[in-house]
Every structure is written in C-alpha cells, then in structure tokens.
C-alpha cells in the first residue's frame, strides 16, 4: 500500500485511515479482483486507467466508478499486490496535482 506520508502502510493502519474520509484505490488488472478478491471499501481502477480517470469529469468519475471522485487535496490512499504499481499510482497522481 502507497500513500504519500506513508508509503508502506500496513493493513492495520489502512483500516484506521478507512475510518476516516480516506478514498482507497486498488490499482491491480480486474482479472486480479476476480482471483485474489477484492477489498472491502476500495474502488478498482487498474493502473493502465488512473491516468485518464483522475482527470475525469466528476460526473463521468461516478458514473464509470459508483464514487466520488477525489478532490486533489483528498486523502486517497493506493494499493497493488506488492507495492510497485501503487508506487506508480502515486506519483501518477502527485503529477496531476494531487497532494
């Protein structure tokens, strides 16, 4: 898991971010959720459409995603199967101007 102030969060410091208004994004292929599972509370954007999909219309965001989309001051936490693309989601986002 990647987030900008901490970027490898357990899965017990997820569930508190979670607790608060934090968007959490699993970045792996939908082939991924299908045989790994999802988790609970996440949304999927595969790391090939992050790009595109944080630049979305808010409107086109929710329709495609059934969320909120992010402001750029949000908290959005990212997640992968082994950190690397969550890595990449990051700093995707950071370069749209996330913080």
């Known amino acids: 898991l ?3 102030g901490a970027p490898g969060l357990s899965s ?3 569930k508190d971010l979670k607790s608060s208004n934090v968007l959490h994004i699993d970045v792996r292929e939908r082939w ?3 045989k790994f599972g999802k988790i609970p509370a996440s949304i999927n954007i595969p790391l090939g459409e992050l790009v ?3 630049q979305m219309d808010p409107a086109e965001f ?3 995603y059934n969320q909120k989309m992010p402001a750029k001051s949000d908290p959005v936490v990212f997640s992968c199967l082994a950190g690397k693309r ?3 989601a990051l700093g995707f986002a950071m370069s749209l101007g996330f913080s």
């Open 32 to 34: 991924e959720i299908e």
């Open 62 to 64: 929710k329709e495609q």
């Open 86 to 88: 969550s890595k990449q």
């Open 52 to 54: 595109e999909a944080l």
């Open 2 to 4: 990647c987030s900008r």
């Open 12 to 14: 017990q410091q997820l």
